[in-house]
């Protein structure tokens, strides 16, 4: 992915390859349809977050979700490193918490996450990811970890 600020280190992806993952990561910013393009329909995401549906179409509510929690998000793409099939991501997400999201309320809180994550790709379609993201960290950013003794005793 590509803007005015940011010009990710590519080295072995294909274009067809790097045009999958972008349109992946810019679902979450500019709309979950855009997986449509990204990755095929029964799409293997590992881990599953909670209440995720399998497939593509089980993840569109929870970009949904998460705009709502995120309106200002931006993945920013650092490094890609592929070969036949397979994509490599270095990554961050960036935003600001304005919404609930799984059941932490909004704190205004700006964030900065990296994420890893790993694909299989085929025919332009991702067909598997692994991820790896800092959720301890992003809770600590917002102001919801660590939790105080009066909201442990709730």
Known sequence: MTDQINTPAITGVSDPDRKAIEALYRAFSEGADLLDEAVCSDWQDIPLAPGQE??????????????AAFPDVKIIVHEMIGGPGRVAVRAEITGTHSGEWFGITPTGSAFRMPIHEFHYVENGKVTHTWHLEDWLGWLYQVGAWPITDQEASQ
């Open 54 to 67: 399998p497939g593509r179409d089980g993840m569109k509510p929870l970009i949904r979700a998460f705009q």
